[in-house]
């Protein structure tokens, strides 16, 4: 950030909605900084990086990539994939080495059940539901250890090995950030995710941590629930969630859960944080390319504005921030929604009524 507040921004929409979600977030961002009157600005940079550079180049993003990204406040990014490559090597090649090599550790997804979209849960209808899953982000599942043999055993026998990293360390980090983000919410309760009963190292490594590190925060509620177990209350007991900790695949999963609670993965908004600052953090929406919708102007876009909030907390600004869930609020209430979500509006009808109800 300069000193006259302009905040500079990479935009990757990457593939397929994500060029027209990132489109809509920052058409929203920079109404609102026109609102501000010279207090803030955004200073754009777009890069072309994704699956059709990867068809051009052999590569999913330059070579040099990281270090011309390291030079801003923030990244904003669309969604990886398309038919044409591979998903292990869109993601690989894209998002995850971003969000390793930058050691953005905390991923943060909250669940908001929005006004004007129906929940399949019939307990949203008469409850007041409200949670976020905190997941590990640089390690656990996604650690991409392993490999596989191809040759030596004959037809039908290759073998892969996918391994799991677990470090006292990395464990640490997350759950601490778990407790310290439920002291800022109404309800202070800390409910770790682990499958331990049957990942017997580093899950009950996780289990271990959690129960050391809980002691420092005696004025915080805990509770230690097995992921199909958590799977369960998701849908039948939301109401006693707060904040969720849980490793990098367990939280994704139980992530998407959530939003698709709330109504649709097309609202739900992230932020891949290096809570230290000394790498760039990245903002995105949870759902995916969705190339069978590409290019129809039908994606919604509310996920990547979310995830704009969350940046523009992150950049010290919490006012602009709840100006845009408060924006996001009324237009869903409004019924100006996406077909995603039973509605009818175009992503370019959301994006007016959203930029309209900054100032309702």
Known sequence: ????????????????????????????????????????????QEFPWGCHYYGQTGRMMADDGLEQLKEFDAIYFGAVGWPTVPDHISLWG????ICQSFD??????????LPGITSPL???????????????????????LGGRNLSGRGP???????????TEVGCERIIRFAFDLARTRNRRKVSSVTKSNAQQYGMVLWDDVFKRVAADYPDVETESVLVDAMSAKFVLHPEDLSVVVASNLNADILSDLGSALAGSLGLAASANLNPERRFPSMFEPVHGSAPDIAGQGLANPIGAVGS????????GLPEQAARLHRAIEVTTAAGIITRDVGGAASTEDVTKALIDGLNP
């Open 1 to 44: 950030m300069t000193r006259n507040r302009t905040f500079r921004i990479a935009a990757i929409p990457a593939d397929g909605v994500g060029r027209e979600v990132v489109a809509a977030g920052r058409a929203v961002l920079d109404a609102l900084a026109h609102d501000s009157q010279g207090a803030f600005a955004f200073d754009w």
């Open 94 to 97: 894209l998002r995850l080495r």
């Open 104 to 113: 953005q550790w905390a991923n943060v997804r909250p669940v908001h059940f």
């Open 122 to 144: 019939r307990k949203a209808d008469h409850t007041e539901l409200d949670w976020v899953v905190v997941r590990e982000n640089s390690e656990g599942e996604y650690a991409g």
């Open 156 to 166: 039908g026998g290759e073998v892969a090995v996918q391994s799991a990293l677990f």
């Open 308 to 315: 704009a909030a969350l940046m523009l907390d992150h950049l």
